[in-house]
Nanobody
Framework: QVHLVESGGGLVQAGGSLRFSCAAS????????MGWSRQAPGKEREFVAA???????IYADSVKGRCTICRDNAKNTVYLQMNSLKPEDTAVYYC??????????????????WGQGTQVTVSS
């Protein structure tokens, strides 16, 4: 069973940057699809970015150009770098995983293992 722990959230001013980490334990996730989603208060969870086993990536239109997802298989960790943060990026950010060498997916429902989330607050 894979266990995911996110870190790197916090309070940042608009225009700032944050780097999130998702550390996996219990299994090696080199052949897992990994993704990030977020949920703002009163809103549904929405997809942010994903990377598959082969390093292919996909981003939500709302973060494209401001966001980079990458993975370090040696550290069993996935990272999400977000730049030019906006108040509308305020949300709890969740890391997710699914075992298998699939094509990269932008569907939150595709992933079946989730972390507890890390809060991000962007002040204007």
């Amino acid at each position: 069973q894979v266990h995911l722990v996110e870190s790197g959230g916090g309070l940042v001013q608009a225009g700032g940057s944050l780097r999130f980490s998702c550390a996996a334990s219990g299994r090696t996730v080199s052949n897992y699809a990994m993704g990030w989603s977020r949920q703002a208060p009163g809103k549904e969870r929405e997809f942010v970015a994903a990377i598959n086993w082969n390093g292919n990536t996909i981003y939500a239109d709302s973060v494209k150009g401001r966001c980079t997802i990458c993975r370090d298989n040696a550290k069993n960790t996935v990272y999400l770098q977000m730049n030019s943060l906006k108040p509308e990026d305020t949300a709890v950010y969740y890391c997710a995983a699914r075992s298998g060498m699939f094509a990269v997916s932008d569907k939150s429902g595709f992933y079946d293992v989730w972390g507890q989330g890390t809060q991000v607050t962007v002040s204007s």
